[in-house]
């Protein structure tokens, strides 16, 4: 029941959902959490959901520094791929992929913007992220 439990983690948005669809799954912890014996079951179980669900483990990490690095070799491939076509003489070819890049770019601004403009240190901080191509984990 345990790993189903960290099952219904992976798949909810909060611990509150994880449990209850955990507790619909097993009635006997739908009995247990409502017992006025074990109050501290249900705490308890959400407690430990949220230390599982917010825990830094080293997949998270690795994820994390493989998705950056794929996003900044990219962007590398892109501006090679531009100087390549321009040293060809491909000129209208090249204007046209610098233009692409450049609107990706300008739009993933404009949504970083208009998404954290309440909070202006996370806003900074998303468009830092976005500018160097940077994967925030």
Do not use: C
């Not at 960290?6 to 909060?14: E, M, W």
């Not at 799954?25 to 308890?44: I, Q, T, V, W």
């Not at 040293?87 to 610098?98: E, K, V, Y």
């Not at 890049?101 to 993933?108: D, E, H, P």
Request: avoid cysteine; hydrophobic fraction near 50%.
């Amino acid at each position: 029941m345990g790993a189903s439990f960290k099952r219904f983690l992976g798949v909810t948005a909060t611990e509150e959902g994880a449990f209850a669809s955990w507790a619909k799954m097993h009635p006997a912890m739908n009995e247990l959490s409502l017992s006025p014996n074990y109050e501290f079951f249900k705490p308890l179980m959400l407690s430990i959901g949220k230390n599982i669900r917010h825990s830094a483990t080293k997949t998270k990490l690795l994820i994390s520094v493989g998705a950056s690095l794929a996003s900044m070799l990219d962007v590398a491939g892109d501006i090679y791929t531009i100087w390549f076509y321009r040293s060809l003489g491909l000129q209208d070819a090249a204007n046209l992929m610098t233009v692409f890049v450049a609107l990706s770019i300008g739009l993933q601004t404009f949504l970083v913007i208009s998404i954290h403009r309440k909070n202006k240190r996370r806003m900074l901080v998303e468009l830092l992220a976005t500018i160097t191509v940077s994967e925030r984990s």
